[in-house]
């Protein structure tokens, strides 16, 4: 996928990115992702294209280095 989010819908966890197929961190991820979101939903005052974009920006980088293919 190019993007995470469409419209009003975002993926977290394995959804969005799996960082490792076999180290199962698909749940912990979906946390840590679902928490980076709120908390740039919550900056962002009701503007979700903003937070979504944030959202993505400060997690692709975090998924990189743990070998996602984002």
């Known amino acids: 996928m190019d993007k995470w989010t469409n419209n009003r819908v975002a993926l977290i966890g394995d959804?969005?990115?799996?960082?490792?197929?076999?180290?199962?961190?698909g749940s912990g991820m979906a946390m840590i992702?679902?928490?980076v979101l709120?908390?740039?939903?919550?900056k962002a005052k009701g503007n979700?294209?903003?937070?979504?974009?944030?959202?993505?920006?400060?997690l692709?980088?975090?998924l990189l280095k743990?070998?996602?293919p984002w």
């Not at 709120?38 to 919550?42: M, R, V, Y």
Request: charged share 30%; with cysteine.
């Open 33 to 35: 992702e679902a928490y």
């Open 66 to 68: 743990k070998g996602s």
């Open 15 to 25: 959804a969005a990115a799996c960082a490792s197929l076999l180290a199962g961190e």
């Open 38 to 42: 709120a908390g740039e939903l919550f």
């Open 60 to 62: 692709k980088p975090f």
């Open 48 to 58: 979700y294209k903003l937070a979504y974009k944030n959202y993505e920006d400060r």
